[in-house]
């Protein structure tokens, strides 16, 4: 198991442009959409670090950006780190996807379209998963349905 | 010759298998023991559910038809599916002050999840758990309740 | 040979007689169709019905629960309230099905079990036809009502009708064979395929104990394999519930559907009552070898009730299969047909046919 | 759905026999529709269709306190509504940084397992119910009866009982709590053999669910199958041994771990789960601390702003609660990582090659839960 500080030179190693936010819960690390794919082939390839296991895939709506959050773990040391690239373009974001590293990604990355409208690249089948193909993408902080929806 | 041996262990014990398991239910098809399924319309004189039971929200009124909603709406404020509202009227009290006095607590049971925040949150303790559960109406408008009873007023110890 | 003292044969001679007294031949004839027709329409729904109640009640007992109790004391009466409610019901036509076919399905499911009714010896002299050939005939006839579930299932369009049909005419095609071997080895046993003459010759004991352990195990095998034969648990692969949602008759309602569930409680009793009277001595009382007391007593319980009680406890028996075992696959069903029991039955009826030569059976 | 899409589902490419099973379906226990693609008997492929259920718990989330949203991870995965509670609970301690007094832990704990046992009960019903052993669904229910009684004295309700709160309990347990657990331990000590003796050493149903919906480690852990379904595939993945919460770690108890992959593996976790359970509970239900059922909490909670994640060990596997705050009342984005959510779409590469019973063994074996896959 590394600790926060070696797993950070470790990313930076790999990937200089990273940024590390401090003051987190667990150890985030900021990444560019462009390079998040090549950061992370090789720490799921690296033996040292070898985070072979995704939790969850998510994105967050700032209104300003969208970030999409990995939370990677690691099966053998047991270290936990938290991805996250921001997607400036609101409207169209892109990012890659990563169903060629981890399996279940392909169904992460499916609800994230779903409910933001995130696109992946590379993705085999990125249709929506539960909701209608005319639905808004409803944990976008726009989201408005007057029908369904009841503000309080 | 072993595999001839293996294939009639396999059905020999294929066959004590499948007779381990009808012992079972044969055990209770000659003795069933306790069963545990409630007949429920015949045993109504007799049901008795718990004191926690979540059967609806109530406000309990004394005998003298006193409740101890202050009418505050940390109720309404706390519930998450918006089942409580509260009416309240100012009414002059004998020193001539206006002072605010619950005039309709509403319930929407059919709204209800009974997750107990209302109950939990009421600084009066005016709120409780009813243990009622036939809940079962034909007209929905009827899943409305008011809780404070028509007339009731306020205990003077509920008052701050 | 037969120490009975309840023969039916007279009273139904003397109805005879008289008809004949009153009447042509020919009318005779079809009087007394019409009469044994009447009687086991009677007796057809009388035995669904308390067949239902059963299954729910011992099913119940089994799982530790009460089972039916609302209609009626110990609801007794409540089979004939879901019967009501099943004549009530509508009859869903389905789009793009096979009109025809659709609706006769299940008049050929439950025409083949009357069928088989005819045959079955209640009593001593009750029975409607006593064939020579009568084992090979209620053969004949069991496997026509796959005929019925096949057209069920081919007829209501519908995806899992047809996947539980093809399931049900594997199965029952190949589960034949054994419980033809089984019945076999009873007629090698009495010489004869006549029902009444295979129950005659039980007269001195039963063949399950008269025929030594070949007898016991042709016994067994014509248990699972009829079990199979008429889809039941564990052998119900046709309607499979958790993965066929009805099987063969999913797009059935009302009326049709009871028609498949009565068939399947009277090919049960059909089955049972077959298994009695071929290895559990029919309506013969239960005689021990030189106690005469004891044999006399038994011999005044009449022979109808020795039928059904024997009938019975061979339907307990399956029943309790049904709700013991998780269901087979389709290929384990297979397996067990042609690895275990044909072999098993083949090696049997030669044992069965050499024990016969030498005359060591009693 | 476009015209094209819908002319596919129902003719196929190839004429492929496809049937759907589900949303309405006996087995898939839930509104799941797998659309499954026969040839004879055997499955092609399967795609499973979600969303049927769908009711926006992530967005409603958005809109509701965080004492206000505890009901409503209830209602993702109702079988495990405790473990749910005490994600979302445990990840608001950990951000306010609040320590539960000792008698909280040790509750939650009991009731953590109390309710692992009661899914596992519903499971082996079910399971056994999926194969056509329909005994086994009462003898499985007649059990859970019990626990669900305990549960009922103690909170007022027997499935959904929103009885965790951030910061301790909604009340203290009832006082015949420790008598009544008791007395199901014994109980259920002498029943359990009993659901081995008429399913497990069944040969019937051995040969029903040996070697069948083989999943190798690797693809338990790319798939992030979690739960007793991983731990089936020798894949170590007990939250409650990686990262020991509530008192799990005062206790000693084994993680469950067997190497052989198929269905019947993932039933004998299941089954020995129910046995370490009841270990579990045992030392814990003479030991609960006095002491008060909840810590000081102010009666609004605001999270400081940041990003919290918390995981905990449910009946099904690993939930994750992910919540990012903006320092309000309500989170900003909360985002819960169900187990089932993974363990439903592993469904394909299990099932591909077997029969069509062999798929309704396979996905009884991952025990779905569907509200917890749509939220």
Not at chain 4, 86 to 95: M, N, Q, T
Request: aromatic share 12%; net charge negative; with cysteine.
């Amino acid at each position: 198991m590394l600790n926060r500080q070696e797993l950070t030179d470790i990313i930076r190693a790999f990937e200089p442009e990273t940024e590390f936010p401090e003051g987190t819960q667990l150890l985030e690390a900021i990444v560019p959409a462009e390079k998040l794919f090549a950061l992370v082939e090789k720490l799921t390839s690296d033996t040292k670090t070898a985070f072979n296991y995704l939790i969850s895939l998510t994105a967050v709506d700032f209104t300003t950006h969208m970030t999409v959050v990995y939370h990677l773990d690691s099966t053998e040391f047991r270290h936990l780190i938290v991805l996250k690239s921001l997607l400036s373009d609101r409207e169209n974001p892109k990012t890659d996807s990563l169903t060629a590293l981890y399996a279940t990604a392909e169904f992460f990355e499916r609800e994230v379209f779903d409910l933001f409208g995130i696109r992946f690249n590379n993705h085999p089948n990125l249709k929506r998963l539960f909701l209608e193909d005319d639905y808004g993408y409803p944990l976008r902080k726009d989201f408005r349905d007057e029908v369904n929806i009841i503000e309080r | 010759m072993n595999s001839i041996a293996k294939y009639f262990t396999d059905l020999f014990k294929g066959i004590s298998s499948l007779w381990a398991g009808m012992r079972i239910t044969g055990k209770y098809f000659f003795s069933p023991g306790a069963i545990v399924t409630q007949q429920y319309p015949e045993n109504r004189k007799t049901l008795k559910m718990f004191d926690e039971f979540k059967g609806e929200v109530i406000m309990p009124h004394d005998e003298n038809n006193l409740h101890a909603c202050t009418g505050c709406g940390i109720c309404e404020m706390n519930c998450p599916n918006g089942s409580i509202e509260i009416i309240t009227n100012r009414v002059a009290n004998a020193e001539g002050k206006l002072e605010r006095v619950i005039d309709k607590h509403i319930y929407h049971l059919s709204m209800c999840t009974f997750c107990g925040l209302c109950v939990k949150t009421c600084p009066s303790d005016a709120l409780a758990f009813g243990q009622e559960f036939e809940h079962a109406v034909f007209d929905r408008n009827k899943l409305t309740k008011v809780l404070n009873q028509p007339g009731s007023l306020i205990k003077k110890e509920a008052k701050k | 040979m037969s120490s009975n003292i309840y023969d039916f044969s007279t009273l139904t001679g003397s109805i005879h007689a008289s008809l004949s007294g009153m009447m042509s031949s020919g009318w005779v004839t079809f009087t007394e169709l019409v009469l044994v027709g009447l009687i086991f329409l009677t007796f057809y729904a009388l035995i669904g019905l308390f067949l239902v109640y059963l299954e729910r009640k011992v099913c119940a007992i089994m799982q530790n629960r009460i089972g039916p109790n609302r209609v009626g004391k110990w609801g007794i009466i409540q089979t004939i309230a879901d019967l009501i409610k099943l004549l009530l019901k509508e009859l869903i036509p389905i789009r793009k099905s096979d009109k025809l076919l659709f609706n006769l399905a299940p008049f050929i499911v439950i025409v083949t079990t009357f069928l088989g009714l005819a045959i079955l010896p209640f009593a001593k002299g009750l029975q409607a036809i006593d064939f020579n050939i009568g084992v090979f005939y209620v053969m004949a006839v069991s496997s026509l009502g796959v005929v019925g579930i096949l057209l069920a299932g081919w007829s209501s369009n519908s995806k899992y009708s047809l996947i539980g049909a093809i399931r049900s005419g594997a199965q029952i095609v190949s589960y034949e064979l054994s419980v033809g071997l089984s019945l076999l080895a009873i007629v090698v046993f009495s010489g004869t395929m006549q029902l009444s003459g295979i129950v005659e010759s039980q007269a001195d004991g039963w063949w399950i104990f008269k025929g030594h352990i070949p007898a016991f195990i042709s016994f067994v095998i014509f248990l699972v394999a009829s079990t199979a034969e008429i889809n039941r648990g564990p052998f119900d692969l046709a309607e499979a519930e958790s993965e066929l949602t009805a099987g063969f008759h999913t797009e059935y309602s009302g009326i049709k559907f009871a028609f498949f569930f009565l068939a399947e409680y009277m090919n049960m009793f059909i089955v049972a009552a077959l298994g009695a009277t071929l290895f559990l001595g029919g309506w013969m009382p239960f005689h021990i070898g030189n106690w005469e007391g004891f044999n006399h007593i038994m011999n005044f319980i009449p022979s109808a009730v020795w039928f059904i009680s024997k009938t019975f406890f061979i339907i307990l028996i399956i029943m309790w299969f049904k709700w013991t075992f998780p269901r087979l696959r389709i290929d384990q069903l297979l397996t067990l047909e042609w690895k275990y029991l044909l072999p098993i039955s083949l090696f049997n009826i030669v044992l069965i046919a050499f024990i016969v030569l030498m005359g060591w059976h009693f | 759905m476009s015209e094209e899409i819908l002319k596919d589902v129902i003719v196929g490419e190839n004429e492929d026999y496809i049937i759907n099973m589900g949303p309405q379906h006996p087995s898939t226990h839930g509104v799941l529709r797998f659309e499954v693609c026969l040839k004879g008997e055997t499955v092609k492929y399967l795609i499973p269709h979600i969303g049927y259920i769908h009711r926006g718990i992530e967005k409603m989330c958005e809109a509701n306190t965080y004492q206000q949203l505890i009901h409503l991870t209830d209602r993702m995965d109702y079988l495990s509504a405790h473990m749910n509670n005490e994600a979302v609970c445990l990840c608001v301690e950990d951000a306010l940084q609040v320590e539960v007094p000792e008698r909280v832990k040790y509750i939650r704990t009991i009731l953590d397992e109390l309710n692992r046992l009661a899914s596992h009960q519903l499971w082996w019903c079910a399971f056994g119910m999926d194969l056509g052993a329909l005994t086994s669904f009462f003898y499985g229910l007649r059990d859970r009866e019990h626990i669900l009684d305990i549960f009922e004295e103690s909170f007022g309700s027997r499935l959904l009982h929103s009885f965790v709160t951030p910061g301790g309990l909604m009340h203290d347990v009832h006082p015949n709590f420790q008598k009544r657990v008791k007395e199901f331990i014994t109980y259920f000590r002498k029943k359990l053999p009993e659901y081995d003796q008429l399913l497990t050493g069944n040969i019937i149903f051995q040969n029903r669910v040996k070697d069948i919906g083989y999943m190798s480690r690797e693809t338990a852990i790319s798939y992030g199958v979690t739960g007793p379904s991983g731990r089936g595939s020798g894949y170590s993945c007990d939250v409650r041994k990686i990262a020991p919460y509530g008192a799990y770690d005062k206790v000693q108890f084994n993680e469950i771990l067997e190497t052989g992959g198929d269905t019947f593996a993932r039933y004998k976790v299941r089954v020995a789960e129910m046995w370490e359970s009841m270990n579990i509970i045992e030392q814990l239900i003479d030991n609960i601390p006095e002491g008060d059922f909840t810590a000081k909490m102010k009666p609004i909670i605001k999270l400081p702003p940041g990003e919290y994640f918390r995981r905990v060990e449910t009946a099904r596997g690993e939930l994750a609660v992910y919540v990012v705050s903006d320092g309000n009342k309500t989170p900003y984005r909360m985002k819960f990582r169900t187990p089932n959510f993974s363990n439903l779409f592993v469904m394909n590469t299990l099932t591909a090659g077997h029969k069509i019973a062999d798929m309704i063994a396979i996905s009884g074996s991952l025990d779905l839960v569907i509200p917890d896959i749509d939220r």
